[in-house]
C-alpha cells in the first residue's frame, strides 16, 4: 500500500484524506438520522397529549429537556400560544428553516469533496506528465523505467480521484434523500402540533 502512495505522489495522500473524510460524514450522518426518526414519534406523542391535557407549561419543559431538533420548533409553537394561526405558523416556520441548517449539516462538504477528488486526481495527471516530459526534456525518450515515474503518478491519481468522486455522490444523494424525508416529517409534525394550538 506504501508503495502505491510514493508511486502516486503526495495528492493521492490528499485524495486518501478526502475518502476518509466523506466515510466520516456518511457515518455520523447515518447515525443522526436513525436516531432523530426514532425520536420523533415519541416527541410528538408525548407534546401532543400533554397539549390535549392543556399542560402547555410541562409541554414547553419536556422541549427544553429535550436536544432534537423537532423539540425546537414545538417551543417555538408552544411559545406562540395564544396567537393567531397564522403568526404560529410563521414562527414555526422561522424556527423550522433554522433546524434544516442541522439536518443538513456536512452534506455541503460531502458535496464538494465529491467535487473536488477528480479534480485532484486530474492535478495528479497533469503533474506526472509534466515529470515524463521533463525526463524526456533531459534525457530524451529514454526507457521506460526513466518514464514509468511519471506516468505511474499520472494514472494513479486519476484512478483514485474517480474512485473516491464515484461513492461519494452515491452517497451524498442516499443522505439528500434522507434528509428530505425528515425534514418533511418534521414539518408534518409541527403542522399537526400548530393545528391543535389553533382550535
Not at 396567537?83 to 452534506?107: C, F, H, M
Not at 515529470?131 to 491519481?157: C, D, H, M, Y
Request: overall charge positive.
Amino acid at each position: 500500500m506504501m508503495e502505491i502512495f510514493d508511486k502516486g505522489g503526495p495528492l493521492l495522500y490528499v485524495i486518501a484524506f478526502c475518502s476518509v473524510l466523506a466515510l466520516g460524514i456518511f457515518l455520523e450522518r447515518l447515525w443522526v438520522f436513525a436516531r432523530l426518526r426514532g425520536q420523533f414519534q415519541a416527541l410528538a406523542a408525548e407534546i401532543g397529549s400533554l397539549v390535549e391535557k392543556g399542560k402547555r407549561d410541562e409541554a414547553e419543559a419536556a422541549c427544553l429537556r429535550s436536544r432534537n431538533p423537532l423539540a425546537t420548533i414545538f417551543l417555538a409553537a408552544l411559545k406562540s400560544y395564544g396567537k393567531p394561526r397564522d403568526q404560529i405558523k410563521q414562527e414555526v416556520e422561522e424556527a423550522g428553516s433554522r433546524q434544516t441548517v442541522y439536518v443538513n449539516r456536512y452534506l455541503g462538504l460531502m458535496s464538494t469533496i465529491a467535487t473536488l477528488s477528480p479534480l485532484l486526481g486530474l492535478l495528479g495527471t497533469v503533474l506526472g506528465m509534466i515529470k515524463a516530459f521533463n525526463v524526456i526534456a533531459v534525457q530524451g525518450v529514454g526507457t521506460p523505467a526513466t518514464l514509468g515515474g511519471g506516468i505511474s503518478e499520472a494514472l494513479l491519481t486519476t484512478a483514485a480521484g474517480l474512485s473516491v468522486a464515484i461513492p461519494v455522490i452515491l452517497l451524498h444523494r442516499y443522505l439528500s434523500s434522507r434528509a428530505s424525508l425528515i425534514i418533511l416529517e418534521m414539518e408534518e409534525h409541527s403542522i399537526h402540533l400548530v393545528n391543535q394550538l389553533s382550535r
